[in-house]
């Protein structure tokens, strides 16, 4: 959305070409219901799901565009109920012309793909964050992203991110704090699992990390966790 937010298009305020582009945009994402633009004060003005030229419906979400008007930033509307009974999830995206709001570029998705978007990118932060598996020392580090990355849902700091939008603040400020959670979250898991706690051989279909590392490493595993998550947090703005 940010890279068609700067076509050359929609700044000569070309929406019928915009529409074609848009509509090409749409078949490499096929997670995207629809891309809508909207003029500073809400009207629509443009929608992939209507040919171009014919009446567009309603006007864009006002209070995902109240926070457009603050941050300037993208932001994440409200859960949406439609009336085919499905719900979607509007995300926005300003298009900027002399540091002014000219346009709202924004685009509709079902909640489970915007949860496996925020996964994506709450695992790419994780990766940065935590040590190289071949840094030493090698098994303890194994054992952390063994732990860490074991398919979990991620519903922490997810909601952490959605928390920080609710009161306009930006993602990349909160993602750090998202992921110290997360971090939390799988130290506790791993000492859950211990033979002297709930002796759990599995943990999401997998062998649980005592049973790989053996307890002394499970042990040291979910400290270190634990003690990365305050590390993380120390250091983001």
Not at 133 to 149: C, D, G, I, V, W
Not at 170 to 177: H, M, T, Y
Request: aromatic content about 6%; overall charge positive; charged content about 25%.
């Amino acid at each position: 959305l940010q890279a068609l937010a700067v076509s050359e298009r929609l700044g000569s305020d070309d929406l019928r070409g915009f529409h074609r582009e848009a509509t090409r945009f749409l078949k490499f994402q096929p997670e995207i219901d629809s891309i809508r633009v909207a003029l500073p004060d809400g009207q629509q003005v443009m929608n992939t799901s209507v040919p171009f030229g014919q009446r567009l419906p309603g006007t864009y979400d006002r209070k995902t565009f109240d926070k457009l008007l603050v941050t300037q930033a993208p932001v994440t509307g409200d859960l949406v109920l439609n009336p085919s009974g499905t719900y979607t999830i509007d995300i926005g995206v300003p298009v900027l012309r002399n540091g002014k709001i000219a346009y709202v570029l924004s685009a509709s998705m079902n909640p489970e793909t915007f949860a496996r978007l925020r996964v994506k990118l709450i695992d790419r932060a994780l990766d940065r964050f935590l040590p190289k598996a071949n840094r030493k020392p090698t098994t303890l580090h194994r054992a952390m992203r063994y732990s860490l990355f074991a398919g979990g849902k991620r519903l922490r700091p997810i909601l952490c991110l959605a928390a920080a939008e609710a009161c306009r603040g930006k993602i990349s400020d909160a993602l750090p704090l998202a992921c110290a959670l997360e971090c939390i979250h799988t130290y506790s898991l791993v000492h859950d699992d211990l033979p002297s706690m709930d002796n759990d051989d599995f943990r999401r279909g997998r062998p649980t990390c005592h049973k790989v590392f053996g307890e002394g490493i499970a042990v040291l595993a979910g400290d270190a966790l634990l003690t990365v998550a305050f590390e993380i947090v120390s250091r983001a703005k």
